[in-house]
């Protein structure tokens, strides 16, 4: 969710071909490059979807064991540090049961929100379980971490150099579990 460019969904699908990989991001402009990139790379295990976190499709709900959200920006990241339930409850719905939502977030006074920890994450735990999301790690971005995004915005940001970052896993659980 928030693809941008996609480089993550074709890494993906390029390196886990028994994947179906979806690229989803309100800005088909971001989602060309990544489209174009696995179009040559003739990888039918990858799909772009122009689409907010608002507004997806009901035919989407359950088909994700995993969702990645890295580094999202605008309306995705003010929604995932409020707990918004207008982007919870959408990527909740992506999500399986016992699928994995991963979150790599960074905001910083510069952003004009306060800077992002770990005990912060936590202090929104609560909202998060209230649309089946259960945080079970919260923790510093390592260099692996940012690696494994694939995220060139990352590095426009110098996240992990002038900038920090914060990893978030969540395990999607129904309300009686």
């Known amino acids: ?48 979807l122009v689409a907010g976190v608002e507004r997806l499709a009901d035919e989407l709900a359950g088909v994700g064991d995993e969702v990645t959200v890295h ?26 049961p016992e699928g994995e939502l991963r979150v790599l977030l960074s905001a910083t006074a510069r952003d004009n929100l306060a800077a992002l920890t770990a005990p912060a994450l936590w202090a929104l735990a609560p909202a998060y379980a209230r649309h089946g999301l259960v945080l079970f790690e919260a923790r510093a971005e390592s260099p692996d971490d940012l690696g494994a995004s694939r995220s060139s915005w990352a590095k426009r940001l110098g996240v992990g150099r002038a900038r920090s970052a914060v990893l978030a896993r969540y395990r999607r659980r129904d309300a009686a579990s």
Do not use: Q
Request: glycine fraction near 14%.
């Open 1 to 48: 969710m928030g693809a941008g460019d996609g480089g993550y969904v074709v890494h993906r699908a390029r390196t886990d071909p028994e994947l179906f990989a979806i690229a989803i991001d309100a800005s088909p402009d971001a989602l060309a490059h990544g489209s174009w990139r696995a179009k040559r790379a003739s990888l039918a295990n990858a799909a772009f």
């Open 71 to 96: 580094l999202p920006w605008g309306s995705l990241l003010g929604g995932l540090l409020s707990a918004d339930g207008a982007v919870l409850g959408p990527l909740a719905m992506l999500l399986k």
